[in-house]
């Protein structure tokens, strides 16, 4: 059955100017991080699609490594961008990463124009594209010079293999290295993706003060703090979490009584709001008129929906923020 998207699409979504860019993006993009490797069904990634792309979602966003296993997510995404989506490429923004270890030897990992070119070569070729929309340096390299790293984004964006640039978790000061470097190459870094949450808020250190100085977008990673700020942990740790995972970003170890406390004070405070924990966490970064989207993963779209209702209300009161700023203290 053809693919036919929702003639209303645009109609709810928030779209917010990406830095002092051309570029309007999304007030929530979908990230493909966990959830779109070869471990689950093609049919539930595509309700998820269809679902983002109905409801105004325009950007989806990929790295190299992304799975599992690494290529996985951008293999599943191409598949059903040809099979669904072909007819409305040009609507959509398809973002790609290249910075953490994809293969084996010296020039699969950090910041080499080597591996670099190589490793979007291999992208493009995974997501059955000419070019992605934008293009990151997935982390700061401490090793290779920061001339190198941003000299091969410039190249890239001139051999028409994204159509812009930007940059990961890289801190206030290398950002605005890296910024300062782009703008005398002539290719503008469109945007920084950073960790960032309520209970992770180095971005607030500077860096959000240089983006907005430099005229740069922001799209925050990890809104919901790999799901703490969610009902998931509300009565301690599920036996199906993350964080109940041998492996993985979130441990046991983080989930400790304190935090059980703040989540659950600051899910009373979300129920006061009418909204879910999740919602209030996400509306939380939009708050900020510097931050242009924030980054949300999904595994089933009813986690996708749930999330959407974080745009409902995104203004807080100055006695909300406060109870926040007293609960995370």
Known sequence: MTYVPSADRYKNMQYRRCGKSGILLPAVSLGLWHNFGHVD???????????AFDSGITHFDLANNYGPPPGSAETNFGK???EDFSAYRDELII?????????????????????LVSSLDQSLKRMGLDYVDIFYHHRPDPN?????????LDLIVRQGKALYVGISNYQAEEADKAIKILKQLGTPCLIHQPKYSMF???????????LEAEGVGCIPFSPLAQGMLT?????????DSRAAKASGFLQTSQITPKRLEEIKQLNE?????????????LSWILKDPR????????????????????????????????KIEGILK
């Open 41 to 51: 069904v093609m049919e539930n990634y595509r309700k998820i699609l269809h679902l």
């Open 80 to 82: 059903l961008l040809k």
């Open 95 to 115: 973002s790609s990463k290249a910075g953490y270890n994809m293969w084996e030897g010296p020039y699969g990992d950090w910041g080499s124009k080597k591996y």
């Open 144 to 152: 290779t010079p920061l001339e190198e790293t941003m000299g091969a």
């Open 200 to 210: 992770e808020r180095w971005v607030e250190g500077g860096l959000l003060d240089v």
């Open 231 to 239: 009902n998931k942990y509300l009565h301690g740790i599920p036996e």
């Open 269 to 281: 405070l979300a129920k006061q709001r009418g909204q879910s924990l999740a919602q209030m966490a």
């Open 291 to 322: 931050v242009t989207s924030v980054l949300i993963g999904a595994s089933k779209p009813e986690q996708l929906a749930d999330s959407l209702k974080c745009l409902d209300n995104i203004v807080f009161s100055k006695e909300e923020l406060e």
